[in-house]
């Protein structure tokens, strides 16, 4: 498995203690069948590469403990807009 494929599953993303309540949240969700990168990551390439260096920033920042206790995270519409008819939430 290559780097790109190992940090674009969920149990990546749920390794980090600061994220482990966000992780377990999506496993009982309704989107616990849907990847983080799904929605995550914006369709298109460039999108893939930004978010990609976004993590690799989020992971040297946890490793040197300049992190945030508080995650964030954006979703574009258009990656919410691959599966669903409308945006179902503001803000």
Excluded: Q
């Excluded at 190992?6 to 980090?16: E, L, R, V």
């Excluded at 040297?60 to 008819?85: I, N, Q």
């Amino acid at each position: 498995m290559t780097t790109v494929e190992a940090t674009s599953h969920p149990t990546f993303c749920g390794s980090c203690h600061v994220m482990e309540p966000y992780y377990d949240s999506w496993k009982d969700s309704s989107h616990a069948n849907v990847a983080c990168v799904e929605c995550h990551i914006a369709p298109g390439v460039t999108a893939e590469i930004h978010k990609k260096w976004e993590a690799m920033s989020m992971v040297a920042r946890y490793f040197t403990g300049t992190y945030s206790s508080k995650p964030w995270a954006e979703v574009e519409d258009s990656a919410c807009l691959k599966c669903h008819e409308r945006r179902l939430r503001s803000g």
